[in-house]
């Protein structure tokens, strides 16, 4: 397995301002359909707003629409050569607990960004060859809300349990999924989370599967969909989990368990930027 993170990056890169108002940056981030953007400081990279950073910061940013990006992004933003393995940058979001890599060019400008949805398709092939179906790899306990409920309270719940998403459910079934994305697109359009229900705002085209899945075939349904997460039914219908990008990268462990890497990046101190590279 020789694939390296250039391969598999995902382009263009999107980027604003440490000074931008996070407001703006939400408006990008969902106008593009993008889970994060670069934060520049006089054009080098200096940190990285992703989806996440929106939900665990969702009180600031709903009452502080003059908030900026600098008070809530994640830094330092962490780079990678483009030449390096994919079986290191997975050691990578492992060791640091993050789903986004930088990739820089020989140039050392900004190429692509690799992301664990990047992980899981560079890895489909081999790394779930074991599984015959996706029912081992899904999460059972499974974060849902009635759709009557605020989404307002799906989001505080969302950030309560650090997951990407909240399913809505109605008798028994699933009828929609309330995600990360729509709490940016939300966020960017001004609407008031604490007087809507979730299931006016929920994504509704929910895409399924049932447990006899095979990983490949799950993971050819969400590239197909755009999608970041499969809500798994059982033979009646019903709920038996959820199957997101970080079950299947969770997966990845036995696969890609190896000797101990040695150190992999250093705190930049001279030339471009002053942002931690992987090497």
């Known amino acids: 397995m020789n694939y390296t993170v250039g391969q598999f990056a995902s382009r263009p890169v999107y980027t604003v301002d440490v000074s931008a108002a996070v407001m703006e940056a939400l408006k990008l981030m969902s106008l593009k359909r ?56 997975y050691e990578v979001f492992r060791e640091h607990r993050i789903r986004h890599l930088v990739v820089l060019n020989d140039r050392l400008d900004m190429d692509g960004i690799f992301t664990q949805t990047d992980l899981v398709r560079a890895l489909r092939g081999e790394a779930f060859a074991n599984f015959q179906d996706i029912s081992g790899l899904m999460s059972a306990q499974v974060l849902h809300v009635t759709p009557d409920v605020s989404a307002r309270y799906a989001l505080s719940q969302m950030a309560r349990r650090a997951v990407s998403c909240v399913v809505v459910v109605e008798n028994g079934r699933p009828c929609g999924v309330f995600t990360e994305r729509d709490v940016v697109r939300l966020v960017a359009e001004g609407v008031d989370l604490t007087n809507v229900s979730v299931a006016t705002v929920m ?77």
């Open 34 to 89: 993008i889970s994060c953007v670069v934060v520049l400081e006089q054009g080098e990279p200096i940190g990285i707003l992703t989806e996440r950073d929106v939900i665990f910061a969702s009180n600031w940013v709903l009452g502080q629409k003059e908030l900026q990006v600098r008070e809530v992004m994640n830094k330092p933003v962490l780079t990678v050569s483009q030449e390096m393995q994919v079986s290191r940058a």
């Open 203 to 279: 994504s509704s085209s929910l895409v399924t599967a049932s447990c006899s899945t095979s990983p490949d075939s799950a993971i050819g349904l969400m590239q197909n969909h755009s999608v970041r997460r499969l809500v798994v039914l059982n033979s009646d219908g019903q709920m038996a989990g959820v199957l997101t990008q970080t079950d299947l990268g969770r997966a990845l462990d036995p696969f890609m368990r190896h000797p101990v890497l040695p150190e992999l990046f250093e705190q930049a101190g001279a030339g471009k930027g002053s942002y931690a590279h992987f090497h």
